[in-house]
């Protein structure tokens, strides 16, 4: 089975393998995502350990996850509140060093695995022409796992 596109993240870059597809009374197929908060928990450790810079919808996924306004990640990044919308709209890139911030404050606030070391993390935060996918391993759902790039 090809992997399952998770656009429902707000995300287009969201796969997920493994899902089971499932036929509705009219006989089509659909998928049942259980765990929600597994699988997201799941994409926001893709978005914060990929080694590439993170785009405006990923830092709002983010931002939602975590449970804040854009005036109070302003607040945390020493930025305005205009420049958070900005970036999250994908009209300005983001600031590399506000986005270090982000990732590191993700994963202590969303328990992910303490595996990211800040030096690697700053290294990564470099905006790219392309937006690599983060493809989750749904084979378990109550363990979710994004499939690190090597």
Not at 34 to 58: F, Q, W
Not at 69 to 83: D, F, I, S, Y
Not at 119 to 131: F, H, K, L, M, Q
Not at 135 to 142: A, Y
């Amino acid at each position: 089975m090809s992997a399952y596109r998770y656009t429902e993240s707000g995300l287009d870059n969201v796969f997920i393998e493994g899902v089971n597809l499932i036929e509705d009374d009219a006989g089509e197929d659909c998928v049942t995502i259980p765990n929600v908060n597994g699988l997201h928990k799941a994409i926001a450790y893709g978005i914060v350990s990929r080694r590439s810079g993170m785009t405006g919808r990923e830092l709002r996924f983010l931002r939602t996850e975590m449970g804040m306004t854009q005036a109070e990640l302003a607040g945390m990044v020493h930025r305005e509140p205009l420049a958070v919308s900005r970036w999250e709209r994908g009209e300005v890139e983001i600031d590399g060093n506000a986005e270090a911030l982000v990732r590191l404050y993700a994963a202590q606030k969303l328990g992910l695995p303490e595996t990211l070391d800040v030096r690697e993390i700053a290294g990564w935060c470099v905006p790219s022409a392309d937006t690599p996918p983060i493809v989750i391993d749904g084979s378990d759902p109550s363990n979710y796992r994004p499939k690190l790039a090597a």
